[in-house]
């Protein structure tokens, strides 16, 4: 992925087609390529990497924010087709929170201070291993952290409250307090940095090793399980008082 992080009418048209290109087509064209492996043997899972701002936009990406939807489009239209093949091969989005990369020490920033992702913020351990788990069984979406749980819940049953508590809050918090970084400008944007910056960004100590929303989501059958034995336990114990 690449971005700008900049209110809309700032971005020039030739970054915003740049972040889409990389940020969309990327995972067009990267999905292209495994169907062409996975078809013939019609077997296989391809993860795409979403976020939960395919759901809820928010201000400063709008052109991350419009790739992310777009996905989420793409992997619905893809679902329906292999459907409609009887196929085997199995498509999953794993919708992601904030996580702490190093996106947002060479994403191109016009703000004055530097980028950060919107708290609670998570390690990208967290999203690897969910994107790991994504590949070996077979569920349609995945929701790591409670971020996403609540803003995809947000986006369908009250979309003005989450636009109006956005606008409140996420320019400011997509910011620290300090300037941008020596990378920030020009930024990744046009071509890859000069080295590899590896997986943890600079929010190491604000960020969250663990999601317990997401260990729930991957044991929702047996949470599931266990609240139903818990609900007919406690229904049992108020009718033996009753009698």
């Known amino acids: ?12 048209p030739e970054e915003y087609r740049r972040a889409t290109d990389v940020t969309y087509h990327g995972a067009v064209w990267g999905t292209r390529a ?8 019609d077997s296989g899972t391809i993860v795409e990497v979403g976020s939960a701002m395919a759901y809820q936009g928010i201000p400063l990406q709008a052109p991350y924010c419009g790739a992310k939807h ?15 093949k009887g196929s085997k091969v199995h498509v999953t989005m794993v919708q992601l929170p904030g996580v702490n990369t190093p996106q947002f020490e060479h994403g191109r920033s016009k703000m004055p201070n530097h980028p950060m992702p919107v708290p609670p913020v998570y390690q ?21 952290g409670l971020p996403t749980l609540y803003t995809v819940l947000g986006s369908k049953f009250a ?7 956005l606008a409140r809050t996420a320019v400011s918090g997509q910011q620290t307090e300090g300037p941008p970084g020596p990378h920030n400008d020009p930024g990744n944007l046009m071509q890859p940095p000069p080295e590899d910056p590896g997986a943890h960004g600079p929010f190491d100590e604000i960020s969250h090793g663990h999601s317990p929303t997401w260990f729930l989501s991957r044991h929702r059958t047996a ?16 009718l033996a008082v009753e009698r």
């Open 159 to 165: 979309p003005w409250l989450a636009e109006r508590y």
């Open 124 to 144: 990208p351990e967290v999203a690897a291993d969910a994107v790991h788990w994504a590949a070996r069984h077979r569920r349609r979406q995945v929701y790591v």
């Open 70 to 84: 777009a996905i989420k489009g793409f992997v619905d239209s893809l679902r329906c087709e292999l459907r409609h």
């Open 1 to 12: 992925m690449t971005t700008v992080f900049a209110f809309f009418e700032e971005i020039e």
């Open 34 to 41: 495994a169907l062409k492996r996975m078809t013939p043997r």
């Open 223 to 238: 949470v599931s399980a266990a609240l139903a034995a818990g609900v007919a336990t406690a229904a049992g114990l108020l």
